[in-house]
């Protein structure tokens, strides 16, 4: 299902968008969609957030970390 949506948009950003879509030979619309879902996703929003994307695992380095468990009651004993 689709909805229809209007909204104000800086004249040369919509250019730019008409330009690429012309450029790829595919709708405008879709441009938009797509260029919707790669924002969202990026922020977190959509299917894929940060979590997911780096397997539940965050690079940290070993001393913050053992700070961080440490203001957290108990978790380190200190």
């Not at 104000?8 to 441009?31: N, T, Y």
């Not at 879902?37 to 695992?57: F, M």
């Amino acid at each position: 299902m689709h909805q229809r949506v209007s909204t104000e948009l800086d004249d040369s950003l919509v250019r730019r968008a008409k330009l690429e879509s012309m450029r790829q030979g595919r709708p405008f619309d879709e441009i938009l969609r797509e260029a919707l879902e790669l924002y969202l996703r990026d922020r977190g929003q959509g299917n894929e957030g940060i979590v997911k994307k780096s397997w539940a695992v965050l690079p940290i380095e070993k001393e913050t970390l053992r700070e961080i468990l440490e203001e957290e009651d108990g978790f380190l004993d200190a």
